[in-house]
């Protein structure tokens, strides 16, 4: 492939920001594994708090960093040997990231006053300091969650960004075999049906419309839905008109499974037990849905059903972002 000059060589840009993201996959690891050291200690010690919670189930949930540690790694190294699929990635990554973050952030804003003051009154802490700590907490998340992916967004989407990773990377790879945003589907189909499967600590549970299934039924519902899911994202991969369709449907489904119960004004406890006790009290630290929170909610999902509408028009023309 011949060069073309009329371009900025970002290597050094890949190389930088390819060892930001090293360096974070690391530290979640490094967070990874120290969780899983502090449980094991926690075993042998009498604690409210350890008996309560399943030991096999917060191994479960923490494996998620694991998870996302070990994929920063693998797309810091791609991007510093400056792979096309590494800045594909790391694209719709920071993408579904960013636009995360922004919902995680708000969420985070309406309900942690409610969260942090129940665990003030629990652990009898000071409830000045506890606000402060939940002022850093939400600074933090909106610079891992939002500003990060956002200077990694506006990165790699430029021509020069893409220009350079061809120029080092000759061959074809798989990501340059889907358009963007039907990749970012795929992913999307993938995460939310595994996600459900690692967020028990509250027992197998599952809307379904009125109701709110569990244990085996709706271990059943989130195994069939984590199937159907990655086949869908498989096919829509092959740019299958009919699995596009079949997604569609798919998160029209689940969507009005979530919201229904609360419009009919069914409990939030439906959803989450999560009860601390001080050795008197039980407390659920779980912030109530609230109009706000209910607002997002929608907004969300609403935001994910424009996103496939969005990507009909890449089953034909292979766009990018």
């Not at 074809?172 to 459900?196: H, S």
Request: proline share 3%; hydrophobic share 55%; with cysteine.
């Amino acid at each position: 492939m011949e060069c073309n000059p009329n371009f900025k060589d970002q290597k050094g840009g890949l190389v930088f920001f390819g060892l930001v993201k090293v360096l974070f996959g690391v530290v979640i690891i490094l967070f990874f594994i120290m969780t899983l050291f502090t449980l094991v200690l926690s075993r042998s010690m009498d604690s409210n708090l350890t008996q309560q919670l399943s030991f096999s189930v917060i191994i479960a949930e923490t494996f998620m960093y694991f998870i996302l540690g070990a994929s920063l790694i693998i797309l810091g190294i791609g991007s510093i040997k400056k792979t096309r699929w590494a800045r594909a990635l790391t694209l719709i990554f920071s993408w579904m990231t960013f636009v995360l973050g922004i919902f995680i952030s708000i969420v985070f804003y309406l309900a942690g006053n409610y969260i942090f003051s129940k665990v003030a009154a629990l652990a009898q802490l000071d409830s000045n300091a506890v606000q402060i700590v939940r002022g850093f907490v939400l600074l933090f998340f909106i610079f891992i969650l939002v500003i990060v992916p956002g200077v990694f967004i506006l990165f790699y989407r430029r021509n020069s960004v893409i220009r350079t990773v061809e120029k080092y990377d000759h061959k074809e790879r798989w990501t340059d075999k889907c358009p963007l945003p039907l990749l970012a589907l795929c992913f999307i189909l993938c995460f939310t049906g595994l996600f459900p499967l690692f967020t028990t600590s509250t027992g197998l549970a599952a809307p379904f419309f009125c109701a709110v299934i569990k244990g085996l039924p709706a271990a059943v519902l989130l195994i069939a839905n984590a199937v159907i899911c990655i086949y869908l994202a498989v096919q829509i991969y092959k740019k299958k008109n009919r699995s596009w369709y079949y997604s569609l449907y798919l998160y029209l489904f689940w969507m009005v499974s979530v919201f229904m119960p609360s419009f009919f004004g069914y409990s939030s406890g439906m959803y989450c037990s999560t009860d601390l006790s001080d050795g008197k009290n039980i407390v659920n630290i779980c912030a109530p849905p609230g109009q706000g929170m209910l607002t997002m909610g929608v907004l969300l999902w609403t935001l994910l059903i424009l996103f496939i509408f969005y990507t009909k028009r890449f089953l034909r023309y292979n766009d990018n972002f």
